[in-house]
């Protein structure tokens, strides 16, 4: 009689790299009930060494973090480790960004907010796969969400978010006074 034993393959280790602690430790316990081994960082130096001593598999980087941004990671990581999977996850997305990310050697780019089953599926997918039941947002609904996220930044600060965006007040106020612009 032949048994046959089943081999317990080890878990992917991911290893997240982002300043917002509420959303790396709630992304890290959402990963791990999913089967992961998780390692989370909050900037660049905590994750090249932690990249260093457990050698993820794949690693979720924040594109703006205030010591080394995500961008500037990439090259670092993939040097440590050849066929290590990066997907880079930004509030902030442009198609710019996403190239320039993907030409450093990340397999994919997401923009916030992604929940726990698209980073997954974003290190699953083929390099560079886009998600095509997904239209892309129209220019306008892009200027909106990046008003949105530069006033959340700025508290809600009508005359700072302006500032910021190099717009009148004025002319912010009318924008922010409408609708947001369908998807």
Not at 62 to 69: I, K, N, S, T
Not at 91 to 102: D, P, Q
Request: with cysteine.
């Amino acid at each position: 009689m032949h048994m046959t034993q089943t081999v317990q393959q080890p878990a992917t280790r991911i290893l997240i790299v982002d300043d917002d602690t509420t959303f790396r430790l709630r992304l890290a316990r959402a990963l791990s009930d999913r089967g992961l081994e998780v390692l989370d960082a909050s900037g660049g130096a905590e994750a090249l060494k932690l990249a260093q001593q457990h050698r993820p598999q794949w690693v979720l980087l924040d594109l703006r973090m205030p010591d080394e941004g995500g961008m500037e990671l990439i090259q670092p990581l993939i040097q440590l480790e050849p066929q290590v999977r990066i997907v880079v996850l930004t509030g902030y997305g442009s198609i710019a960004t996403a190239v320039e990310a993907l030409r450093r050697g990340a397999v994919n780019y997401l923009t916030k907010p992604a929940d726990a089953q698209q980073i997954l599926a974003a290190f699953t997918q083929p390099a560079g796969a886009v998600d095509s039941a997904a239209p892309a947002p129209s220019l306008a609904r892009v200027e909106w969400e990046h008003i949105q996220r530069v006033l959340t930044d700025c508290g809600g600060n009508i005359s700072a978010t302006a500032r910021r965006l190099g717009i009148h007040r004025r002319s912010l106020q009318r924008k922010l006074a409408k609708l947001p612009p369908e998807e």
